[in-house]
């Protein structure tokens, strides 16, 4: 398969994340897309340099505000006397509270929704390789390739229009949904990583167009919490065109396979010329965040299932942080779209 | 004048604050009331400790849900592996989610708006005790005092009905006013704080009875940052009885001065039964968060100005940091009413 990597989102390497209360080191570390890489390489998979597409897909997706705080925040937060070496936010509107200025806490607690996603000097240009990536697997598929994986990172199913959470700053897969959809007509995003991808349902919550599919683990009891819950189906014109299905903690091979059936059958319903895959490794069993127990078989078994659609396939990487399954994962993953 | 003062503030002892994206320690410190108890001691007011109110006037003003979690949410936070010693909140719903669970790192985020107000196993029982400060002091007014001070910590303004901010769980001058309100009929809440008074403007933002005035640093680049615009004054029944006077950083006695006359006029129209003060001290020229350059002096022309109004007075304590001037300021704030 054609994989698109960047050097680039070395650019972006994030060093803490407060966590229950405790600053401990991000989990999202560069290593993580090398470890992809090499294992992707080996099993002989075409790895391509993305182009630069410049901001135009990015602006059709995303706020301006935000992606001017994406762009010059770091630099008002540099100037701010005792300012840490990454803006983390600390005060945040939250749901009383409706007026933004220019000041960077008043501007990082706006954008930003919680504090694993700081913003460095490299940040913008990163999230933007990531962006290319997913954009370069889009025109590969949109031209006619029958899957293609886009080596993203930072990760992206987080992101709001307006707001990064999760590690995540531009939502790669949502860009990608619309450049596809703009150029094939319906398509659907199946997100797998271990967490609701809230940011890209948020994105197309009134969307007829685009239907979200999630499988993730019950945000009741983990990140996001705030949604990923069946009852959420979207809204206004893009009432039904969402659907989610959230899993205990602890579900293994079977009962996910089982699950994916449902979200398959609803795919299919939905009759997409192009499906999006927000594909997170994290619902691994040795996962450190994860605490879901799919296994490396598992995930070739889900990857078969979802390419029994005969669906147009753009991979759009997501979370899956450093662990031994993760390499042999993706390889795994990726191995069924090559038949 | 009598002082209404409970050692039971003690059970309060916030360790962390996250600022400009370091961990630094809290300057809501205990030793802050112990200050002003002494100064105030000193110079001859009456210390009192206050009776015990349950938490009847609290569950007037404040949400259920919100009261719940900062009883018991410190015990839930404990059982997660890993946690902090106190509740920091570190993911928040923001504009995009809006379904809160039980998990306690939902309920952190849900209700405790920044990192500065930490919740820890004391945090109820001490917040309790700055509440029973200001109902003393309102049952002293009501009952017939000239004025009466309730020496609260932690402070309140910055606490809505559901959500904690700014070292403000509780928001001690809304329980107070409610009550007073409900004894007296109109009432008028003036706050001095360096900050502005956020959570108290919430909580009257539709109250035709209750006048919130609120002199402070500029929000644009000033917490809260979110609110204290000249352009907020109110809504729906309340429209114009919240009136915000913002200042420039490094304001003085007499622009300070000259402001506060524009405040104590817009009072006086009002016609209230009762004034209520919201009283930091964190305007002082030496105070550690403050911006603005207010006197002793200052201070004890501020209080002329408003006894001049001749309204029975609720004084509250609300901010005001370690500082020289710290109780010395008090003491010549309190002194105004002692003539």
Redo the contacts between chains.
């Keep these: 398969m054609r994989v698109f990597y960047s050097p680039d989102h070395l650019r972006h390497d994030p060093k ?1 994340f ?6 401990v080191d991000s989990p999202e570390k560069p290593e993580r897309a090398e470890v992809l890489l090499k294992a992707l390489s080996a099993a002989g998979h075409r790895i391509e340099t993305p182009k630069q597409h410049g901001t135009a897909a990015v602006e059709a997706v995303h706020d301006a505000g935000y992606l001017a705080f994406l762009k010059d925040g770091y630099r008002a ?1 540099q100037g ?1 006397p ?7 936010p ?14 960077p ?2 501007q990082a ?2 954008y930003v ?4 996603c ?1 913003v460095g000097e490299g940040t913008w240009m990163g999230a933007l390789a990531a962006v290319d990536c997913a954009l370069s697997a889009t025109e590969a598929v949109v031209a006619g390739e029958r899957a293609a994986y886009g080596l993203c990172r930072p990760p992206g199913h987080h992101a ?1 229009a ?2 990064a ?2 590690f995540c700053l531009l939502n790669n897969v949502a860009v990608a949904a619309e450049v596809a959809a703009r150029a094939k007509g319906r398509v659907a995003i199946l997100d797998v990583d271990v967490h609701h991808g ?2 890209t349902q ?1 994105i197309f919550w009134r969307r007829p167009d685009v239907l979200f599919v999630s499988l993730h683990a019950d ?9 990923g ?1 069946a009852e ?1 189906t979207g809204a206004d014109a893009g009432a039904g065109a969402t659907f989610n299905l959230p899993l205990p903690p602890g579900t293994g091979d079977d009962a996910y396979l089982s699950a994916l059936s449902r979200a398959l059958d609803r795919i299919r319903a939905f009759q997409p010329e192009v499906l999006l895959i927000s594909l997170g490794f994290d619902a691994a069993a040795d996962d450190p965040l994860g605490v879901l127990k799919i296994s490396t078989e598992g995930f070739r078994r889900i990857a078969v299932a979802i390419e029994a659609l005969g669906l147009p396939a753009i991979l759009i990487q997501e979370g899956g942080y450093l662990a031994a399954s993760l390499g042999p994962n993706a390889v795994a993953f990726l191995s069924a779209f090559e038949r």
Tied chains: 1, 2.
């Design positions: 803490s407060i966590f229950r209360g405790k600053v937060w701010l005792g300012a840490s070496a990454e803006i983390v600390n005060v945040h509107p939250g749901r009383n509270m409706a007026t933004l200025r220019a000041h806490v008043a607690g706006w929704a919680d504090t694993a700081p709001y307006d707001q959470g999760g809230n940011g948020g945000p009741a009891v983990y990140y996001p919490f705030y949604a819950y959420e």
